[in-house]
């Protein structure tokens, strides 16, 4: 199986700061990375896919990149309706994988 | 609107089966594959396999091999996941999600308990 390692596992940022989580891959994925949103007592919400292709309705704050193992999610601005827990999901093969998750909370 | 509803809230004992059933509407069911994970409380999110609505093709996690089914109802744009043998660790909010528009949607989630 491949192991999806996501970093940090929590952070605290304040409106307007540019925040990223990493995830890497203990396997080449080529580009098939997911990046999802999830707020407590909700499903999670798919954000962006193949690495850097932002859902329809995702702001353009949000944005991915990264390749091979390597991955990245930026926010650029912060925003208090941005807390809750991220995850990365790789799709290059079964068994999908996610990340552990990041923990975002607004200062 | 594209949407998936899934079944209420169960509570089995040790030993027991579940089968959660996801509703699709407003797309092609049989065009998308359909996931299942789940989520334990306080935990992450685990993949427990995939169906093709299509035919009916399955794949499965290796860890819930020979305990999980998932199969479809054409007719009424339903999949089901059941799982034989419950024990507490499964207690959990199930989801299904599709590939209908990459990893979305997804249904509100169904609590399994499992508590004797």
């Known amino acids: 199986d491949i192991q999806m390692t996501q970093s940090p596992s929590s952070l605290s940022a304040s409106v307007g700061d ?54 990245t999610l930026t926010i650029s601005s912060l925003q208090p309706e941005d807390f809750g827990t991220y995850y990365c999901q790789q799709y290059s093969s079964h068994p999908i994988t996610f990340g552990q998750g990041t923990r975002l909370e607004i200062k | 609107q594209v949407q998936l509803v899934q079944s209420g809230a169960e509570v089995k004992k040790p030993g027991a089966s579940v089968k959660v059933s996801c509703k699709a509407s407003g797309y092609n069911f049989i065009s998308y ?72 949607p997804w249904g509100q989630g169904t609590l399994v308990t499992v508590s004797s």
């Open chain 2, 33 to 104: 594959y359909m996931h299942w994970l789940r989520q334990a409380p306080g935990q992450g999110l685990e993949w427990m396999g995939v169906i093709n609505p299509s035919g009916g093709s399955t794949t499965y996690a290796q860890k819930f091999q020979g305990r999980v089914t998932m199969t479809r109802d054409t007719s009424t744009t339903t999949v089901y996941m059941e799982l034989t043998s419950l024990r507490s660790e499964d207690t959990a909010i199930y989801y299904c999600f599709s590939h209908y528009n990459w990893f979305d």
């Open chain 1, 18 to 71: 540019r925040v990223t989580i990493t995830c890497r891959a203990s396997q080449g994925i080529s580009h098939y990375l997911a990046w999802f949103q999830q707020k407590p007592g909700k499903a999670p919400k798919s954000l962006i896919y193949a690495t850097s292709s932002l859902q329809s309705g995702v702001p353009s704050r949000f944005s991915g990149s990264g390749s091979g193992t390597d991955f």
